[in-house]
Structure formats: C-alpha cells, structure tokens
C-alpha cells in the first residue's frame, strides 16, 4: 500500500516512541504544502506513538522554530516560494535536527542533491507508510555512547567515500550515482572487507533486501 491513497495500514498497538532517556513521545515537524498529505501523514504517526506538528511552508517554518525545537523534520522538496533544499540547507546549517525528504520526485539527481545540502534521508512519494515508520526510527536511534561521529560511518577505499547512512557515495569529491540494488550490493562488499564472495554467498547475504519500487536496476 502506498500513501497516496486515502486508506492506511492500521498502527502497531504500542506506547509512545521515545527510545530516549525521558519519557515523552518523539516530536515531529511535517513541513509540506498539501494540507491533505499533511493532515494523514500526522493521523498516522500520531497513531503510532508521535507527537506532531504541521507547516505548509518556509517563512511558517523558520518561525516555529523560533520557539520550538522537534526531534526529526520531515520536509517536502516541492513547495510554493521557498522550496525543500533551501530549507534543508538552513536546517543543516543552523539547527542540529534529522531531516528526511519526502518529493514526488523520485530521481537519483533529486536524491543526491536532496542529502548534499543536508537532508538525512530522501524518500520519493508515494512511499509505504510502514516504510516510512522505520526510516524515522532509525534516524531518531540514539548514537552509540563510543563517541563516534558521521566520520565513524563511513567507508574510504582507495579514491572512494561510502556512507551507508546517507546513501552516498564519492569518488574524490564527485558524487556518483548508484541504484538502490548497486547500493545494497556495495553496503555488502564493505561489510565483509578482504573476504573472497561467491555468487550464492552474495545472494545469501542479500537475501533480505526487496526490491525498491524507484529502483532502475533490471
């Protein structure tokens, strides 16, 4: 089921998300022009444990922040006057916030340049809603207490940057574009470093990973 449509999975019977050391529920910020998205995608994660906040566009935004501080923005890219990678850009800049990008737009350009300005996590509409759910948690799982940064995460081999969290890779300081299953296989590969793969190994190891509805691998 994707969320464009006007029905939705039924939540997960469970408390509030928190996974923090106090005991509110996590607080979302949806920032996104169509108040009939908008209005859902808030129904649904409100019934799944969050604390929600909506605003349609940037000035809106940029003023709630001034008194408000959420625990993950979730920002769409198409938006009247100020658009989504602007906005990104501010965040990044001047609030310490996790950002997922949520557009209709579903092209790897669009993707790459989505989390180059700052964007955490890049998902392309329409989108499972339950997909969506683990994205956020993941983003909103506190760091390991060993102190490691995004420095930790990432992956160099000879000319090549890896980061597995963001979905990016670079060669030198050029960004190069993967499909979903490229990435997937590499996230592998870098897993299992110095180890002779074969093909049915590959395919164990891989044996998880589903077909994503914009991957252009055939």
Known sequence: MRFNSLSLPAPALQPPYNDRVDTKPAHLLIVDDDPEFSDRLARYLKENGFAVSQVADGSTMRNWFASNSPDLVLLDLMMPGEDGLSLARWLSASHRVPIIML??????????????????????????????????????????????????????????????????????????ELT?????????????????????????????YQRSPFDRSN
């Open 103 to 176: 557009s209709a737009r579903g092209e790897d350009t669009d993707r790459i340049v989505g989390l180059e300005v700052g964007a955490d996590d890049y998902l392309p509409k329409p989108f499972n809603p339950r997909e969506l759910l683990a994205r956020i948690r993941a983003r909103l799982r506190p760091r390991s207490d060993s102190g490691g940064g995004d420095e930790d995460r990432i992956q160099v081999f000879g000319p090549y940057r890896f980061d597995p969290i963001r979905f990016q890779l670079h060669r030198d300081d050029t960004p190069v």
């Open 180 to 208: 979903h299953a490229e990435f997937a296989l590499l996230q592998v590969l870098v897993e299992h470093p110095n180890q002779v793969l074969s093909r049915d190994r590959l395919m164990d190891l891989l044996k998880g």
